[in-house]
């Protein structure tokens, strides 16, 4: 690519004139506080991604057990900022998407009109992946803004060939990776793409490649330097989630499901797209308002249309191709990166007036976003509390912790309650809602609890849980600890309303030790 120049806008700051990034950025603080304000009164608990990042921010890590740092030293941020509320794994989801659709419109200046790239930002906006799923606080929904604005930095540094993008690209493409492995599936595409247009024939390339990977390196080093310490245990754990059980048939198996999945969260955008394209087909006349017959992929660049496709339907394709080969089994969530140029397809068929396109698409775009938020809030909510399913939206996590709270009271008076031994989620719902200062003991493992001194940790005592019967894993060591401590004793709890299942809480305390030192204040 080459640097133009001429009507179309090159960067987000030529648009001073233009309204259009006030309205994206007012859109997207609505949505935002749409699905958290939702989310936050119709869950009583997070999912179960959300409460492992909450966890897992108690300290500032250079990796954790099963995934890279990034996201949980965000989680500690915010954290630090608002406490532990059940809102915030649902606010810290939906601020990384939002984050990612800045870029996507940034991208969208850089070869068409704002109101263009606006009208392709809105309609990425409605995928699952950019509502629902981002609710979900985990490494694939973290991992949005950072894919999102290294396609933005290579497509500039490919057009300018000025080096500042390419060290740009190299920074955030390292934070990408710090967030999640699955980076490499992106990074691979775009060297697909250099290497069949051509652009690795050009030295400049080759010299930003270089600064970039220079970068790359100093950034992902100290967890590079973590990995090799403890034994490439996340690396493990994702080898581990690619295992296929059976043989080649369910591997084909996989790669439909993953499929069809991706087809299911990608449904509002085609409910968008269906919707504008009979709107065209109904009243062409007055929505073209000239002899204007070029649709706005016509209007582009060959260039900017050939990155559009290659890499924006390369990680999809690529995904399957690797799975096929290698023998991996596919998860759904796993595709979550790799439709965040799908907005801009929809302009091989759009063609006419901006204004009357930007605003159907922005009320379609609006119209689903409420019957999303609104539709899942209540499904989570009310529905699930009336029927009684086991859904952890309506798990009692601050009814089980009150009664927890106050055997702890009751066998060890004159010490507040510092930490609770259980898996995450089962620990994570007693220890945000007995107070911020409370600790998980994750599986009784230090390992998966670093924010934990061996020789200390346990002097202020500790709470074992489980439930024989519930939602959880139980590890031997968790069991372990449960049978050396000396105060035992059980209750029961009803999941929701009277139609759901009671299941049992089994507790177990190991009193404070004389070496316990008062909370620092």
């Given at each position: ?23 994206l950025?007012?859109y ?9 304000a ?54 810290a989801g ?86 999640k ?32 990977t ?59 797209w ?12 007055a ?46 969530s ?22 009357v ?8 775009a ?19 509390y009336?029927?009684?399913?086991m ?40 220890a ?14 230090y ?22 019967d ?35 809480v ?16």
């Open positions: 690519m080459t640097s133009h120049s001429g009507s179309v806008p090159t960067s987000f700051q030529r648009q001073a004139n233009s309204s259009t990034h006030w309205l950025l007012a997207l603080a609505v949505v935002v506080v749409l699905w958290t939702l989310c936050a009164v119709s869950h009583k608990a997070p999912d179960l991604d959300g409460m492992e990042e909450l966890v897992w921010a108690s300290s500032l890590e250079w990796g954790y057990s099963k995934h890279p740092p990034l996201p949980s030293w965000l989680m500690y941020v915010l954290v630090e900022l608002f406490g532990r509320p059940i809102w915030l794994t649902f606010f939906q601020l990384v998407a939002a984050l990612a659709l800045l870029f996507v419109y940034l991208l969208g200046c850089e070869f068409t009109t704002p109101s263009r790239a606006l009208m392709a930002t809105l309609m990425v906006s409605v995928t699952m992946y950019f509502s629902l799923r981002a609710t979900i606080y985990n490494h694939n929904t973290a991992q949005l803004w950072s894919i999102a604005a290294c396609i933005w930095l290579l497509f500039r540094a490919l057009r300018d060939d000025g080096l500042s993008n390419w060290l740009w690209l190299g920074l955030v493409a390292g934070l990408a990776m710090l967030t492995y699955s980076a490499l599936i992106q990074f691979a595409v775009f060297f697909v793409f250099m290497l069949v247009q051509g652009h690795l024939r050009r030295p400049a390339v080759w010299k930003g490649i270089g600064a970039a220079v970068v790359f390196l100093v950034v992902i080093l100290p967890h590079v330097l973590w990995l090799v310490a403890n034994d490439f245990a996340p690396m493990r754990y994702a080898d581990n989630s690619m295992d296929v059980d059976g043989g080649y048939i369910d591997v084909l198996k996989s790669m439909v499901d993953f499929s069809v999945d991706q087809v299911a969260r990608m449904a509002p955008l085609f409910v968008l269906l919707a504008l394209w009979w709107w065209q087909r109904r009243d062409a006349a929505t073209l308002h000239s002899a204007q017959t070029q649709t706005y992929a016509q209007a582009m660049s060959p260039e900017a249309r050939s990155f559009l496709l290659w890499v924006g339907l390369g990680p999809f394709v690529m995904t399957l191709l690797v799975s096929a080969i290698l023998g991996t089994k596919l998860v759904a796993w595709g979550t990166t790799f439709f965040i140029l799908f907005g801009f397809y929809a302009f091989w068929r759009l063609k006419g007036s901006d204004q396109w930007l605003r159907r698409t922005a009320v379609v609006i119209v689903l976003q409420v019957l999303m938020a609104v539709g899942y809030a209540v499904a989570r909510g009310p529905v699930a009336e029927v009684g399913r859904t952890r939206s309506t798990f009692p996590g601050p009814e089980i912790a009150a009664q927890l709270n106050q055997v702890w009271s009751q066998h060890v008076p004159n010490a507040p309650l510092r930490l609770v031994a259980s898996d995450t989620w089962f620990g994570g719902n007693v945000m809602n007995i107070s911020d200062d409370t600790q998980v003991f994750i599986s009784a493992d390992f998966q609890s670093p924010w934990l001194d061996p020789e200390t940790a346990l002097d202020c005592g500790v709470l074992v849980v489980y439930s024989p519930g939602r959880g894993y139980w590890s031997s060591e968790l069991m372990a600890l449960f049978d050396k401590s000396p105060l035992q004793g059980e209750f029961k709890q009803q999941w929701s309303s009277d139609k759901s299942p009671i299941f049992t089994k507790w177990a305390i190991k009193p404070p030790t004389p070496n316990c030192r008062p909370a620092a204040g």
